[in-house]
């Protein structure tokens, strides 16, 4: 299994640009989560999902929007990129009652 | 609200100096307290969860404990490859697993 695979790895966008940052998971987990983490920060929950056509907010998601059209795959979408959204985006699964997996990270930075 | 206090934020440690790291949470309805090590530029690796007080948890030179209020990873005769950030993060009694997560430690140990 490749587990959580997250693309890009790293990302420079342009201010008011857009953007899908790629996830999926080979696990056949039904849970999928979106973090972002700042320097000195912990992590925060931008959007999760407990299905495919199940999605709800978290902690921070202005700005994101999400998707899940399958149990694999969890895009997270920036619409008018910003600099506040520069930081490192990960991307985690897990099945009922297990803990999160997390993939390596997408390091975005907005100029 | 939830909230997760990791302490000390940076820890220097010579090789085989034992120490330990401290998460203080509060949370209404604890359902479970994680602990993951971060290596830089990669994601979190899942260590260890602990359910109640009392509950002990080991792999090689880790250890977890948990009481009410706080819990501890304690580290024995750390080796460099130990040097990492570790994350606590809590679960709430709510239907969904969200999780809460700590600022982290920084720890390096120096051979």
């Known amino acids: 299994n490749a587990g959580v695979t997250q693309t890009p790895k790293f990302r420079i966008l342009k201010i008011g640009q857009s953007m899908t940052l790629q996830c999926a998971q080979d696990m056949n987990h039904n849970y999928m989560y979106w973090y972002r983490q700042d320097p000195g920060m912990g992590l925060k929950l931008i959007y999760y999902?407990?299905?495919?056509?199940?999605?709800d907010k978290g902690e921070v998601p202005n700005g994101y929007n999400v998707s899940r059209s399958t149990t694999e795959d969890f895009p997270l979408r920036l619409e008018l990129a910003a600099p506040s959204q520069t930081s490192v985006y990960f991307c985690?699964?897990?099945?009922?009652?297990?803990?999160?997996?997390f993939g390596p990270g997408t390091r975005l930075t907005v100029l | 609200e939830d909230q997760v206090t990791q302490s000390p934020e940076a820890l220097r440690l010579q090789e085989g100096e034992s120490s330990s790291l401290n998460c203080s949470y509060t949370?209404?309805?604890?359902?479970?307290l994680f602990w993951y090590r971060q290596d830089p530029g990669k994601g979190p690796e899942f260590l260890f969860t602990l359910y109640s007080a009392g509950e002990e948890k080991e792999k090689e030179r880790l250890k977890a404990t948990l009481t009410k209020k706080e819990s501890f990873l304690h580290i024995t005769a750390p080796k460099p490859e130990d040097s990492a950030t570790y994350l606590c993060?809590?679960?709430?009694?709510?239907?969904?697993?969200?999780?809460?997560f700590g600022t982290g430690t920084r720890l390096l140990v120096s051979p």
């Open positions: 949370v209404s309805g604890l359902r479970g």
């Open positions: 993060a809590v679960r709430r009694n709510t239907g969904f697993q969200k999780l809460v």
């Open positions: 999902s407990v299905g495919a056509g199940i999605t």
């Open positions: 985690a699964s897990r099945q009922e009652g297990n803990e999160q997996f």
